[in-house]
C-alpha cells in the first residue's frame, strides 16, 4: 500500500493551496482519512480528518480556512487550504486507516510528507 501526496509548494500570506494524497494497493476499505502537520521543533498535529460516511473535524487553528475531502472512487483525500498563514508552513502527512487483501483488522499508513511553506 501506498500513499502518495501531491502539491505542496511555497505560496505568499493569503493564498491558497491544495494537497491531494492518493491511496493505492490491494486496499479492501478505508475508514478515516486525513492530514497531519509537522513544524521543526514540533510535534506532529492533526490537521483535519474525515471518516468514511462521516463529517470531517478540524484543527481549530485551521477551521473556516481549510476544508477535506475525499473521493472513495479514488481512493484519495484532498485539503484544500485558504488564507494560508506563515505558521501554516510544515510539512503535512497523508494519513489513512485502511484494511487491505490479506489482513485481518484496519492498520495506519502514512505517505512520505509534503513541505507547504507560506512566506513573503
Known amino acids: 500500500v501506498h500513499l502518495v501526496e501531491s502539491g505542496g509548494g511555497l505560496v505568499q500570506p493569503g493564498g491558497s493551496l491544495r494537497l491531494s494524497c492518493a491511496a493505492s494497493g490491494r486496499i479492501r476499505s478505508i475508514n478515516t482519512m486525513g492530514w497531519y502537520r509537522q513544524a521543526p521543533g514540533k510535534e506532529r498535529e492533526l490537521v483535519a480528518k474525515?471518516?468514511?460516511?462521516?463529517?470531517?473535524n478540524y484543527a481549530d487553528s485551521v477551521k473556516g480556512r481549510f476544508t477535506i475531502s475525499r473521493d472513495n472512487v479514488k481512493n484519495t483525500v484532498y485539503l484544500q487550504m485558504k488564507s494560508l498563514k506563515p505558521e501554516d508552513t510544515a510539512v503535512y502527512y497523508c494519513n489513512a486507516d485502511l484494511w487491505t487483501s490479506g489482513s485481518s483488522s484496519y492498520s495506519d499508513y502514512w505517505g512520505q510528507g509534503t513541505q507547504v511553506t507560506v512566506s513573503s
Open positions: 474525515i471518516i468514511s460516511g462521516g463529517s470531517p
